[in-house]
């Protein structure tokens, strides 16, 4: 993640959505992981408090979606994924920004 101490709630700021966001480089960081550290800044708590993300995503799929080949290239696909995290609907892409906001379920109308 490349601010460890707070996430960039421009699209907050801006007034337009409740969807905060956090970068990371995706031929060193693990998408994962920096999810987990982004919805424990969020949540205000210590991953090790958080759903286990396998109960939702297998981990290691997520990481080799954005991950560079073996040989060490990158990927170079402009792709996302989307996917429900605890209570965020999570959206990472392939340019290494991780995208949450608030699950709206049936009983949060």
Do not use: C, W
Request: hydrophobic content about 30%; charged content about 30%.
């Amino acid at each position: 993640m490349s601010d460890d101490t707070s996430l960039d709630n421009e699209n907050r700021e801006l007034g337009t959505t409740d969807t905060d966001s956090t970068e990371f480089d995706p031929s060193t960081d693990s998408a994962s992981e920096e999810l987990i550290k982004a919805v424990a800044t969020l949540n205000n708590t210590d991953p090790v408090e958080l759903p286990l993300l396998a109960d939702f995503i297998d981990p290691e799929a997520l990481d080799a979606l954005f991950r560079p080949r073996e040989d060490g290239t990158p990927r170079g696909t402009d792709g996302q994924v989307e996917f429900t995290y605890n209570a965020y609907h999570v959206t990472v892409d392939s340019r290494g920004t991780i995208y949450l906001s608030p699950h709206k379920s049936a009983g949060n109308n």
